[in-house]
């Protein structure tokens, strides 16, 4: 047993020592931190963060309109064209790759307001918080606080 522990310790110290060869790599998407459910800003929403393809995207799964109304469509979308779909996992986050700490992509979109940015940046905190950032121009950017939901 001890052995086993020594052994990671050994291995943790070996990966520390390496990260600064490693943080020029983009973190592969499969053992990204950042996946699992988040808890956003507005209404209680819940975003699942899950790998698509080399990428990270996040998905709504749970929203205070959706618990009134599980059949809830993208009715603020900007594209009438659009909002028919229902909100229930709605991509809300596409694209986003990096790490160790920061990822970047797009584009976001805000079901509560309609808006869609076209790049943005995720940022990993400490205490389990996930910085959103969306930008629709370079100085045009809105920043959230997400929560890791256990």
Do not use: K
């Amino acid at each position: 047993m001890r052995r086993r522990i020594w052994a990671a310790a050994l291995t943790l110290a070996g990966a520390t020592l390496s990260g600064g060869i490693m943080a020029a790599a983009p973190a592969s998407a499969q053992d990204s931190p950042l996946m699992g459910r988040w808890r956003t800003a507005a209404q209680g929403g819940v975003v699942e963060i899950h790998r698509c393809g080399a990428a990270l995207c996040g998905r709504l799964v749970d929203a205070a309109p959706l618990r009134r109304n599980p059949d809830q469509t993208d009715v603020r979308n900007r594209d009438p064209d659009l909002r028919s779909r229902p909100l229930r996992g709605l991509r809300v986050l596409d694209g986003f790759t990096g790490g160790p700490t920061t990822w970047s992509g797009g584009p976001l979109y805000d079901p509560d307001s309609g808006q869609r940015a076209g790049r943005g940046t995720l940022t990993l905190a400490e205490g389990d918080r996930l910085l959103v950032r969306g930008c629709i121009a370079t100085l045009l950017c809105r920043t959230q606080t997400w929560t890791r939901l256990r």
